[in-house]
């Protein structure tokens, strides 16, 4: 498994979450990486991305609320997520930028994703 996800949990609205995600040299060392988030029923959609220099992009349903970054040391990708809305609950996804597609010979580009639940 080249990608693990953690750090999801239930949370009520206004907490606080941070995402770890831990990636095999091949797909850190060579890309800028991201966060996805997959909600019930709807498309996988990118929340935030950092490049390998460091940049970021957020979304524009983040505004301001989450920060991404990545620790080059470790291979790991970070998601602290402040002041947290049930539109947030989602599958969270870590992956390559731009995203991969689904699979490759038959082989998943994914990992299994954390499972953030905001309530009301």
């Known amino acids: 498994v080249e990608l693990v996800e953690s750090g999801g949990a239930l949370v009520q609205t206004g907490g606080s979450l941070r995402l770890s995600c831990t990636a095999s040299d091949n797909i850190f060392r060579n890309n800028d990486m991201g966060w996805f988030r997959q909600a019930p029923g709807k498309q996988r959609e990118l929340v935030s991305s950092?490049?390998?220099?460091?940049?970021?992009k957020d979304a524009d349903f983040v505004k301001g609320r989450f920060h991404i970054s990545r620790d080059d040391a470790t291979n790991m990708v970070f998601l602290q997520m402040n002041n947290v809305v049930p539109e947030d609950t989602g599958t969270y996804y870590c992956?390559?930028?731009?995203?991969?597609?689904?699979?490759?010979?038959?082989?998943?580009?994914w990992g299994q994703g954390t499972q953030v639940t905001v309530s009301s």
């Open positions: 950092i490049t390998i220099d460091g940049r970021i």
């Open positions: 992956n390559a930028v731009p995203a991969p597609p689904d699979t490759k010979w038959g082989v998943s580009l």
